[in-house]
């Protein structure tokens, strides 16, 4: 029996997982297989207080894991894959096997959206990518477009500026979404233009991204853009899917928080971008692992 169970390991999970261990609860972090969240695919955090030339993300997520482990945290790298939350003790299930909590953290995350046409899904990882940090360096010297108008687009655009000769970034609006900050650093850079009001149709290439078949949204004119990658960042969606009838969801899937960071059923705490979908930065979801630990804390102590 755990005193809290924490699902998810990006900078909410593992600052609950730090707080949860040192005031000496009985800790269980279900990382995940793919652990670490958005930041193992970010390069360089610079907005992260405390390192004042940057981080690497996942050197950042490493550190919290270390520090987790410090104080006593158990952690196991796989998927929860179902949970009960209609008794007490909680139940949270990895394939067959089944941890018993008295409160649980959810602390899952958001996922990057994609557009959904056919030919995205099929050229995925043969030039379409939702990971400039990732994938940028094989287009070095190539022509690549990013899909979206918020900061991560913005961020993708400059990010594959060090390897690509153009980028185009396509927005379905003439205004941008994102801050003011990356705006400027876009349009200051000379590789990175814009195609204002336009949506993506359609990923062209047989085995690989040839060029993009795109639509003005005033106009309806279609057009083709010869590239040999798209970047899509549209934004992300809440990974909580297997929480589904156990606690109340909005509409859009997040964790919706009744009070402070108690879920509709009690004992159960949710954290970072599983229920944020306004501030989704990481030091607002290592801020809210720990309201989420000292909330869980107080709970399993007043039980
Ligand atoms: P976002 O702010 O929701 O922006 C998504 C962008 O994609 C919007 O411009 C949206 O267009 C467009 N879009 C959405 N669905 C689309 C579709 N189906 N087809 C075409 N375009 C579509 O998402 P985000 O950029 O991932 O940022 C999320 C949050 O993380 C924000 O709060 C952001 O500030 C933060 N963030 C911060 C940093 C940083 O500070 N360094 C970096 C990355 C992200 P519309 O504008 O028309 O809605």
Not at 19 to 46: D, F, H, P
Not at 233 to 242: C, Q, V, Y
């Amino acid at each position: 029996m755990y005193d809290v169970i924490v699902i998810g390991s990006g900078p909410a999970g593992l600052t609950a997982a730090v707080y949860t261990s040192r005031a000496e609860l009985k800790t269980l972090v279900i990382a995940g297989a793919v652990w670490g969240g958005q930041l193992m695919l970010t390069a360089e955090v610079e907005n992260f207080p405390g390192f004042k030339d940057g981080i690497l993300g996942p050197e950042l997520m490493d550190n919290m894991w270390k520090q987790a482990k410090r104080f006593g945290a158990e952690i196991i790298f796989e998927d929860a894959t179902n949970v009960d939350f209609s008794s007490k003790p909680l139940k949270v299930a990895v394939g067959r096997q089944v941890y018993k909590g008295k409160s649980v953290i959810i602390a899952t995350g958001a996922s990057a959206k994609w557009l959904g046409l056919e030919s995205e899904k099929r050229l995925r990882g043969r030039g379409v990518s939702a990971c400039a940090t990732c994938d940028a360096a094989f287009f070095k010297d190539k022509k690549v477009a990013v899909v979206g108008g918020g900061d991560t687009a913005l961020e993708e655009a400059l990010a594959l500026s060090k390897f690509a000769s153009e980028i185009k970034v396509i927005h379905r609006r003439d205004k941008l979404r994102g801050s003011k900050i990356l705006q400027q650093r876009t349009f200051k850079d000379p590789k990175v233009a814009f195609v204002w009001n336009s949506t993506v149709q359609e990923i062209l290439g047989k085995d690989r991204v040839e060029g993009i078949r795109l639509k003005n949204v005033e106009s309806n004119d279609e057009s083709v853009l010869a590239c040999d990658a798209v970047f899509i960042a549209i934004g992300h969606k809440p990974n909580t899917e297997i929480f589904k009838g156990h606690v109340e969801l909005d509409q859009a899937g997040y964790v919706v928080a009744r009070e402070a960071t108690m879920t509709s059923v009690e004992g159960v705490f949710v954290a970072g971008d599983a229920q944020d979908y306004r501030y989704r930065q990481a030091v607002t979801a290592a801020g809210a692992g720990c309201r989420a630990a000292l909330d869980a804390e107080k709970y399993v102590e007043g039980r």
